[in-house]
T-cell receptor
Framework: AQSVTQLGSHVSVSEGALVLLRCNYS??????LFWYVQYPNQGLQLLLK??????LVKGINGFEAEFKKSETSFHLTKPSAHMSDAAEYFC???????????FGTGTKLQVIP | KAGVTQTPRYLIKTRGQQVTLSCSPI?????VSWYQQTPGQGLQFLFE???????NKGNFPGRFSGRQFSNSRSEMNVSTLELGDSALYLC????????????FGPGTRLLVL
């Protein structure tokens, strides 16, 4: 069964610093991969997705992620953190068809002024 | 274009009662998925509907059920509520042929007392 592992349930960065949120997936077949952001009391918003095209995927709000098959990783980065980036981030994988998406446990990002 | 809407946004029930949650997908979207989000279990897939048929189902007891109407609107029902059913229930919709990209609603927060 597909699993998604997010390293670090809480990450703190200073405003203007690099954001790096880690995600590893387990699958013999590269799945579709996603990063979502969730602000308090809201649903999930899609940041970016990997669907077997370019391995470096650019998303909204300056975020990007790189698919590395050899490392089964899909880490999320942003060069310079902004206060508005404080939220919870979820990595997710879709494989085996249809909508059976597997989510990671989430990483709460704190941005320190 | 309006996003995914979920009603009600907040709900308080007591143990043993049943509850029905509603989800209206984005216009033109025919696939609707439901997820349960709790602090302990994270985001878990409940089920997915397409053209009024359940295509996929997660590992939840039979107390959790759903349906989809001809206009793609979906409802989920939880019978004989338990304290552990307290959660944020999220609905997501997607376009035909683009099911890998889901758009989430704001969720319904259910509190079972």
């Amino acid at each position: 069964a597909q699993s998604v592992t997010q390293l670090g349930s809480h990450v703190s960065v200073s405003e203007g610093a690099l954001v790096l949120l880690r995600c590893n997936y387990s699958s013999s077949v590269p799945p579709y991969l996603f990063w979502y952001v969730q602000y308090p009391n809201q649903g999930l918003q899609l940041l970016l997705k990997y669907t077997s095209a370019a391995t470096l995927v650019k998303g909204i709000n300056g975020f990007e992620a790189e698919f590395k098959k050899s490392e089964t990783s899909f880490h999320l980065t942003k060069p310079s953190a902004h206060m508005s980036d404080a939220a919870e981030y979820f990595c997710a994988a879709l494989s085996g068809g249809y909508q059976k998406v597997t989510f990671g446990t989430g990483t709460k990002l704190q941005v320190i002024p | 274009k309006a996003g995914v809407t979920q009603t009600p946004r907040y709900l308080i029930k007591t143990r043993g009662q049943q509850v029905t949650l509603s989800c209206s997908p984005i216009s033109g979207h025919r696939s609707v998925s439901w997820y349960q989000q709790t602090p302990g279990q994270g985001l878990q897939f409940l089920f997915e509907y397409f053209s009024e048929t359940q295509r996929n189902k997660g590992n939840f007891p039979g107390r959790f059920s759903g349906r989809q109407f001809s206009n793609s609107r979906s409802e989920m029902n939880v019978s004989t509520l338990e304290l552990g059913d307290s959660a944020l229930y999220l609905c997501a919709s997607s376009l035909p042929g683009r099911e890998e990209t889901q758009y989430f609603g704001p969720g319904t927060r259910l509190l079972v007392l």
